[in-house]
């Protein structure tokens, strides 16, 4: 798996995690979804991911978006 499937799929899991936190936990969850979709829209911008760095660190190898 490369670092571009690993930030989306990261993503895509960590909405999911957030959706169920904010209906079984607290609505207050929901500011978790939101960073994470401002997070989505910001490295689409800019390239700059955080979590893209932490993958690359952890050695997973690079794709074409995240160089």
Excluded: E, H, Y
Aim: aromatic content about 14%.
């Amino acid at each position: 798996m490369n670092l571009d499937r690993s930030v989306t799929l990261f993503a895509g899991i960590m909405v999911l995690v957030s959706v169920a936190l904010t209906l079984w936990v607290s609505p207050l969850f929901v500011w978790l979804t939101v960073f994470v979709g401002a997070n989505l829209i910001q490295s689409s911008f800019t390239g700059f991911c955080p979590a893209a760095i932490v993958f690359r660190k952890l050695g997973i190898k690079s794709g074409c978006a995240f160089q």
